[in-house]
Nanobody
Framework: QVQLVESGGGLVQAGASLRLSCAAS????????MGWFRQAPGKEREFVSA????????VYADPVKGRFTISRDNAKNTAYLQMNSLKPEDTALYYC????????????????????WGQGTQVTVSS
């Protein structure tokens, strides 16, 4: 049974940091790129960041560049999103997702490219 379980969300003040985790099971983690998406109330889900199985390259959405860092630990089947200098506009439900890549370095910002999704973890940033 495939599972992606996010954790690490919470309520913080602007300027604080959070580290989200995404624990994967039920599929071969190394064969998948991992992505993070978020959805704010009343808005569509949007891409945040993605990383290939080798961690050799990463991609970020413009609003989070320089503040967020994506990483993964293939030995632990876990992806991470380190979020620093949080802003109220970062408030959203954060999802991790897995994209089959057959160990290529391809990444995608499109939701349609991702096969597996977690249930999300809430991040709320107060001003």
């Amino acid at each position: 049974q495939v599972q992606l379980v996010e954790s690490g969300g919470g309520l913080v003040q602007a300027g604080a940091s959070l580290r989200l985790s995404c624990a994967a099971s039920g599929f071969t983690f190394d064969n998948y790129a991992m992505g993070w998406f978020r959805q704010a109330p009343g808005k569509e889900r949007e891409f945040v960041s993605a990383i290939p199985w080798t961690s050799t390259n990463t991609v970020y959405a413009d609003p989070v560049k320089g503040r967020f860092t994506i990483s993964r630990d293939n030995a632990k089947n876990t992806a991470y999103l380190q979020m620093n200098s949080l802003k109220p506009e970062d408030t959203a439900l954060y999802y991790c997702a897995a994209m089959a890549t057959a160990r290529t370095l391809g990444l995608s910002k499109s939701e349609k490219s991702y096969t597996y999704w977690g249930q999300g973890t809430q991040v709320t940033v107060s001003s």
